[in-house]
């Protein structure tokens, strides 16, 4: 299983922990998460594609966002909150385990932390995008080493070829 799977497979396990818990809220506030995962999959898919698919790659990032923002910070951290004042309150379900409730705790908290951890990164890279966008100018998507791949060096307009081969 490769590591981007591993969250999701952790919240679909927290979503049946939960309903064995009997807290369906909880259970169907982290699925609800996954809402926002088929626009950042159709998003990375054809982000290099090239300008045929950019309305594509932008419907699909603004889409992202939000989904992203409601689903997986408003509800999720609305669904915690719950979670602990249920918890905290009555002491969690009577037949459940004390351990297997306070695990469930720490991992749906956790989870929204997680959360949380990863909005001002995609904010930053929406924001990037948008001033790109606003000022006119062409946003470069280099790998992870900072080196444009052959593909997208054919991309790149005449003026950004040139001043890139100066440096």
């Known amino acids: 299983m490769g590591l981007h799977l591993a969250p999701h497979f952790l919240y679909w396990r927290r979503c049946f922990v939960s309903r ?3 807290l369906p809220f909880n259970g169907a506030a982290l699925l609800a998460m996954e809402v926002s995962t088929p626009f950042l999959n ?3 898919f054809f ?24 689903f997986r910070i408003i509800i999720n951290i609305y669904a915690t909150l719950v979670l602990i004042i249920f918890v905290v309150g009555n002491g969690g379900p009577e037949n ?6 306070h695990l469930l705790l720490v991992a749906v908290v956790s989870g929204a932390i997680l ?10 890279a929406f924001a990037d995008r948008i001033r ?5 100018r062409q946003y470069d998507v280099t790998d992870q080493d900072g080196d444009l791949t ?18």
């Open 115 to 124: 959360q949380l951890f990863w909005l001002p990164k995609i904010w930053e």
């Open 42 to 44: 159709w998003m990375i």
């Open 96 to 101: 459940v385990p004390r351990w297997q409730t």
């Open 132 to 136: 790109a966008l606003i000022c006119g």
């Open 20 to 22: 064995e818990l009997l």
């Open 47 to 70: 982000r290099h594609r090239g300008a045929s698919y950019k309305t594509h790659v932008v419907v699909s990032g603004v889409l992202f966002l939000l989904t992203y923002i409601v």
């Open 150 to 167: 052959d593909t997208q060096q054919s991309l790149l307009r005449p003026e950004v070829k040139a001043f890139r081969s100066l440096a």
